[in-house]
C-alpha cells in the first residue's frame, strides 16, 4: 500500500530551525513533483513549496522564500523542507504530497497523494 509520510516536526522556538522529511513507501517519488503544504488552525491549506522530479526546479511561497529550503533525494525516495529563521505564524500542520507530474506545481489540485500531516509548532 503507498503511503507519504511526514516526520520532523514538532516544538521549535521563534528564530529556530528543523527539517521536515517526506518518505514515500510503496511507490517511487522519482517521477513526481512534490509539494509541501500548510494549514494553520482557521485558515485554508496554503502552498509552501515544490520541486520537480530532478530537484532542479523549485518555487516557494512569498512568506517563506529565502527562509525555507525544499530538497530531494530520490536515491532515498524522500523529500525535505528546511526552515530558518521560523516565526510564530509558521505554526501549522504541513502535508507533503505528490504530484502525477514531473513539473514543480504550486496548486494543490495537481497533487493526487497526500501525506497525512505533521504538526509543526513555533513557540517561545
Known amino acids: 500500500q503507498a503511503h507519504l509520510v511526514e516526520s520532523g516536526g514538532g516544538l521549535v522556538q521563534p528564530g529556530g530551525s528543523q527539517i521536515l522529511s517526506c518518505a514515500a513507501s510503496?511507490?517511487?517519488?522519482?517521477?513526481?513533483?512534490i509539494g509541501w503544504f500548510r494549514q494553520a488552525p482557521g485558515k485554508d491549506r496554503e502552498f509552501v513549496a515544490t520541486i520537480n522530479w530532478s530537484g532542479a526546479v523549485t518555487y516557494y511561497a512569498d512568506s517563506v522564500r529565502g527562509r525555507f529550503s525544499i530538497s530531494r533525494d530520490n536515491a532515498k525516495n524522500t523529500v525535505y523542507l528546511e526552515s530558518n529563521a521560523l516565526k510564530t505564524e509558521d505554526t501549522a500542520v504541513y502535508y507533503c504530497?505528490?504530484?502525477?507530474?514531473?513539473?514543480?506545481?504550486?496548486?494543490?489540485?495537481?497533487?493526487?497523494?497526500w501525506g497525512q500531516g505533521i504538526q509543526v509548532t513555533v513557540s517561545s
Open positions: 504530497a505528490a504530484s502525477d507530474g514531473l513539473h514543480a506545481q504550486r496548486t494543490s489540485t495537481e497533487y493526487h497523494f
Open positions: 510503496g511507490f517511487t517519488l522519482d517521477s513526481s513533483a
